[in-house]
């Protein structure tokens, strides 16, 4: 007895009982009709003859995907008919990749995040206090989901200085007494004696309660775990404050990201300490950019993550493809050691805005003058982050700095998983398409997915999951941006789609179309529900 197909259902055909009066041709005409007008409506957007790869389930073949209302409805081995039809034969169609680590919760950002594929970008590892501001110039229309972790600088920040961070770019605002007397500080005697109370004194008993209070509060309101750029405040935060922050994360059930305490090349103690607090308090942990903290010791700090792992302990970590770094030339870190720390000298750093190297008067100069320039600091071999992208299980992630303008240069972090996909897969053959793709969707998914429900939908192309999906060339596929001109979007991305609605077209952008949405760790997932403008 035929059976027609609708959303995973199977029912009868209804035409047999008139078949006494109906001659064959014509029941077969009907019954075709009906599959198609079924079809049409049952689908808003339709991808046929895709080859979609889904890392978690292993599939790796062709089939037709039907969407509906934000949601994939529909994986067939036949095509499908709808409102909207993408053929995308010759393409990858991937899980949209979720970027744990970016720092640009901008219009520019999104844009060229969005041509790299990425349908989800998240600040983790600085975070964003307070977190409700987080993204505000973009929190009304978005073309990619986003969301934050709780932002402990930005806590000390407000505790200390009396400074608070508005949106997620931009310099801090004062508020109050100390806000006003920390302007008053920069204005007199520099950025660096002014932010002292932040970057170099520890909290007494009241400032660690006061502080416990701030972080527990925007984790109730659903910051996508703790954010800790310890590094940067790593004269600052002793031994109590860092098992508070470890405890109140362990409490709340969510993972600290945390940018570990940098010594000199290769010294394992700051990964060490944080691997025996999460032990400690069983704590999740992430580590950001492995590469770019182990340096030349890049095994071995491998080595002992594997080892927590198998010990019992919740960490991951992850990896940006970029041999370079980048911060604020008035960062803590340039204030110590930071040659021995990085084994690079003036010359190994570059001013972002123009591409000139330094020498030591420049260097004095610029730290004096220009305090909030970006600059960029070449310490890696690319041999390490090649070890760092193979490595089962590390996380691909773009560390993307702030765009604002075109006119101020920033590290081309923008084509980082098209780097991984046109490079270290098609080129160098480092690793495999599904293994690269499965680092960019379902490794974040589940690393947020126990605590963040919404992650439960995404990184997948199954049934019931999000629509949020990365179509691209595997021929083509690569990244252009370079450090001298990062405003390049990459090749080979020709369909993105977010929450059920194209943002990239044929390879172009699809003007007024923001469907992207606040993510965020509460029982209602996420706000700003997204906006469509039709042309």
């Known amino acids: 007895m035929k059976k027609l197909a609708v959303d995973g259902r199977f029912y009868k055909g209804r035409g047999l009982a008139f078949a006494h009066w109906l001659r064959k041709p014509l029941l077969l005409l009907m019954a075709g009709m009906l599959a198609m007008v079924t079809h049409a ?47 995308a034969t010759g393409l990858v169609v991937a ?36 977190l409700q501001s987080y993204g505000a110039q973009i ?30 770019i931009g310099q801090p605002k004062p508020e109050g007494y100390k806000g006003w007397k920390t302007a008053l500080v920069n204005l007199i005697w520099g950025n660096d004696a002014a932010l002292a109370p932040t970057l170099r004194e520890t909290a007494n008993l009241q400032e660690l309660s006061q502080l416990r209070n701030l972080l527990e509060t925007d984790l109730a309101q659903g910051a996508l775990g703790v954010g800790l750029a310890l590094d940067y405040i790593s004269e600052a935060v ?28 290769g010294d394992p103690a700051g990964l060490r300490e944080v691997i025996s607090l999460a032990a400690q308090y069983d704590t999740s942990v992430h580590v950001c950019h492995i590469s770019h903290n182990a340096i030349s010791n890049l095994d071995l700090f491998l080595v002992e993550v594997a080892a927590a792992q198998e010990q019992g302990v919740d960490i991951t970590t992850e990896v940006l493809p970029y041999n370079a770094g980048s911060a604020l030339i008035s960062s803590a870190v340039f204030s110590r050691d930071w040659q021995t720390i990085f084994n690079i000298d003036y010359a190994d750093v570059e001013w972002a805005a123009t591409g000139e190297r330094f020498d030591k008067a420049m260097w004095d100069d610029y730290r004096a003058d220009h305090p909030q320039g970006q600059v960029i600091h070449h310490y ?19 560390d993307l700095l702030p765009m ?24 160098e053959q480092l690793l495999d398409l599904s293994t690269a793709l499965g680092k960019m969707t379902i490794l974040p998914a589940r690393r947020l997915e126990h605590f963040a ?21 595997p021929l083509t596929i690569m990244d252009n941006a370079t450090y001298q001109q990062p405003y390049r979007e990459a090749d080979g991305i020709a369909y993105v789609i977010v929450n059920g609605h194209a943002i990239i077209a044929e390879g172009k952008r ?3 179309s923001f469907p992207g949405k606040r993510i965020l760790a509460t029982s209602s997932d996420s706000t700003n529900q997204g906006k469509i403008h039709d042309r």
């Open 41 to 87: 409506s049952d689908y808003a957007l339709v991808i046929n003859h895709g080859r979609v790869i889904d890392p978690e389930s292993g599939l790796d073949a062709t089939r037709h995907i039907g969407v509906r209302d934000g949601t994939i409805v529909a994986v067939s081995t036949a095509p499908l008919v709808g409102d909207i039809t993408i053929d």
């Open 95 to 130: 899980p949209g990749f979720i970027d744990l680590h970016t720092h640009s919760p901008t219009q520019l950002g999104q844009y060229y995040q969005a041509f790299d594929g990425v349908t989800t970008a998240l600040e983790l590892e600085a975070g964003h206090y307070p």
């Open 139 to 168: 929190s009304s229309e978005a073309m990619i989901n986003f969301g934050a972790s709780a932002g402990y600088i930005g806590m000390r920040l407000f505790e200390k200085n009396g400074l608070v961070m508005s949106g997620g």
């Open 238 to 265: 002793g031994d109590a404050e860092i098992a508070m922050i470890f405890q109140v994360a362990a409490q709340a059930g969510v993972p600290v990201f945390v940018h570990v305490r940098r010594g000199i090349d």
């Open 380 to 398: 890696l071999e690319e041999a390490w982050t090649q070890r760092a992208v193979i490595e089962p299980g590390v996380i691909v992630v773009s």
């Open 404 to 427: 604002e303008s075109k006119d101020k240069n920033v590290a081309p972090h923008n084509g980082a998983f098209s780097k991984v996909l046109g490079r270290y897969v098609r080129e």
């Open 453 to 473: 429900e919404a992650f439960r939908r995404k990184g997948r192309i199954q049934l019931a999951m999000d629509a949020d999906i990365t179509i691209f060339d």
């Open 510 to 512: 699809v003007e007024n």
